[in-house]
Every structure is written in C-alpha cells, then in structure tokens.
C-alpha cells in the first residue's frame, strides 16, 4: 500500500507539471494541439503460466499535448489512466512442501485444487511520448508511435477453487491427516478468497497509433483510430516463489492463499493493450 502510495503522489507530481507547462505554451502559440481520448476495450497482464491464462478487458482515458513540428509532424506528450484485467485458469493444481505445526511437530503439508481460478486488476498512470505523422487536407490519415512509463497505482487478485483439499503427511507415522479443519487439514467446496494486493513494478512499453483525423470546425478534430500498446518489460518479480496454499503455524485454521504470480509456474509479465482510440482536440 505504502508503494502505491509514492507511485500516485509521484504520478500526480509528474501530471500537475506537465499540464502546467502544456497549458503555459498552448496559450502563447497556436502551432500546438490539446486533445482528449478513450481507448479500449482489451488490455490485460500477459505471461507465461502452466495454466490457460485468458486476457480481460480495460480501458484508458487521457490528455495529449502536442506541438506541431510542420503541418504534417508532431511531437507529443500526455497522461492516461489505464486498467489491466486478466483471468488464470487451472484444471486441477497440487502441491506440496516440508513445514513444521503448532505441536512443533515436522510433516509435509499438501494441497489438491480442481478448478481453479484467479483473476487479477491493475490500475496504471501512464506517461506517452511520441511522435505523430498526418497527411493535408480536411480529412486526414495520421500514424503515432512513441513509448510510454507507467506507474502502478492499483492491483488485486482474488482465487476462486470448486474445491480444495488440504492434508499433512507425517512419514514419522506413516500417516496422512485430512482433518481437523482447525490444524489446516480439510475439504472445502466453492471457495473464494478475500481481494489481496497485487504489488507491481514501472512498465515501460512501446506504442503504435493509426486511423483518420477529421477536421470540424477551424480549430477543432475527431481522431478515430486503431491501438497498440506493448510491454517492454517484466512488471511483476517472483523471484521469492511462494506456494499457491500457505500453511500457517501460528493460525493453522487461516491458510495464505498466494497469487498464481507468486508461483514458478509464471513468468514474464508483461501489460498488453489494443483496440479502438477516439480523440477530440483543439488546436
């Protein structure tokens, strides 16, 4: 929380001056634009995971300050807010690790999930930069590209499981315990999990903008056009690789449910977004 914390106080740092300056110089020169856009609908948390990870929807919705090199090329800078959602899905998920219980007592916890899944939500403020080609005319084909850094400012993950066994295995005894619920041994059906926080790192990615610009009015434009916007970098580190069911010793009745990201059976994520841009600018 204390990191998403600096992350929004420094994001708001970073738009407080760039508006200011934006503002200053679009009040003094012509050659520049302010615009307005929403984007969406697909944006989600890419990576490699043994389970079928399905992509969500998101949107984004920002400002845009440009400057007009010459009549067809300019550079650009802005803010957006952007949201990343992602569904992971498992069949079937077990595991198994040494651990030591409330009597003191060394035994092997396990755990077995069918059906399990765990959906996850980020919240991002995004800064672009960029630089924009469009052709003359009223109606006009225009190309962006650029990148963009993103802070986190939100995420949370929440498990859901048809059904989940938990045991411990003591091979002192030779013998496997599935109860009682109140040593962290049972069977339980349609738990869901409370929302954890999801602590992500700065993105940094790669942009790509086409479409049409049309002029309405003598200092007015729509843009409608298609996006791209691709993560250049791991935002999330596991290098800890917890276990997806976490015994707890010293409350063995209140397991730790871990995100699937926690795991090693995930890597390499990446924030992916792509669909539709609509822009209104004033130049």
């Known amino acids: 929380m204390k990191k998403y914390i600096r992350n929004y106080i420094t994001s708001l740092s970073i738009v407080t ?36 990870v399905v992509p969500g929807n998101g949107i984004n919705a920002g400002i845009r300050y440009s400057y007009y090199l010459n009549e067809g090329l300019s550079i650009g800078i ?12 498992y069949g079937f998920f077990n595991g198994q690790y040494n651990a030591i219980d409330a009597e003191n007592e060394a035994f092997q916890f ?14 991002y403020i995004n800064i672009p930069i960029g630089i924009q ?6 109606t006009k084909l225009y ?17 859901t499981f048809q059904n989940l066994t938990t045991s411990g295995y003591y091979p002192q005894y030779n013998v496997e315990l599935f109860s009682p619920a ?3 041994f049972e069977n339980v059906n349609d738990l869901k999990t409370s929302k954890q926080d999801l602590n992500t790192e700065v993105s940094y990615s790669a942009t790509f903008e086409t479409g049409l610009k049309q002029k309405i009015g003598d200092r007015s434009a729509i843009y409608i056009g298609l996006y791209l916007d691709y993560g250049l970098n791991n935002v999330y580190d596991n290098k800890g690789s917890k276990n997806l069911v976490q015994y707890n010793p010293q409350l063995p009745v209140q397991l730790q449910y871990n995100s699937i990201l926690d795991s090693s059976f995930s890597n390499d994520v990446r924030l992916v977004s792509y669909g539709l841009k609509l822009r209104y600018a004033i130049r």
Do not use: H, M, W
């Not at 396990?110 to 919240?123: D, H, P, S, V, W």
């Not at 190309?143 to 498990?159: D, E, P």
């Open 17 to 52: 001056l760039l508006l200011g300056t934006c503002l200053n110089s679009y009040a003094q020169d012509r050659k520049q634009e302010l615009s307005i856009a929403v984007g969406g609908p697909f944006s989600f948390l890419k990576y490699n995971s043994g389970g079928d």
């Open 78 to 89: 802005g803010v957006e807010y952007q949201t990343y959602n992602s569904d992971v899905k």
């Open 110 to 123: 396990r755990y077995k999930a069918t059906n399990l899944r765990e959906e996850q939500k980020l919240g």
């Open 133 to 138: 080609f469009e052709t003359p005319g009223d």
């Open 143 to 159: 190309v962006a590209a650029g990148a963009k850094i993103g802070f986190a400012t939100n995420g949370t993950y929440q498990s």
């Open 182 to 184: 109140f040593a962290g």
